[in-house]
């Protein structure tokens, strides 16, 4: 999975949130997949639902995917 340092994300908290838009830019995914995995039990992704049409990826989560090895940012 090829992860994308981008400037939307570039000097953000670990604990920002992100869209799924920004969220599968970072991953190099299609949002489409971000929705399918949300539907997985459990979801392979971690997400917030604040609302019910609002979803948000933590930063952390995400780099977590990328670097596997480092262990979860506190």
């Not at 090829?2 to 604990?15: C, E, H, I, R, T």
């Not at 971000?34 to 997985?40: G, I, N, S, T």
């Not at 392979?44 to 933590?58: D, L, S």
Request: net charge positive; hydrophobic share 45%.
């Amino acid at each position: 999975m090829p992860f994308q340092s981008s400037p939307a994300v570039a000097g953000l908290a670990p604990d920002a949130m992100l869209t799924p838009q920004e969220a599968a830019n970072f991953l190099g995914c299609n949002p489409a997949s971000l929705a399918r995995w949300r539907r997985m039990k459990p979801p392979p992704i971690p997400f917030a639902a604040p609302g019910p049409k609002i979803i948000r990826y933590r930063l952390s989560d995400l780099l977590a995917l990328a670097n596997p090895g480092a262990g979860h940012a506190a």
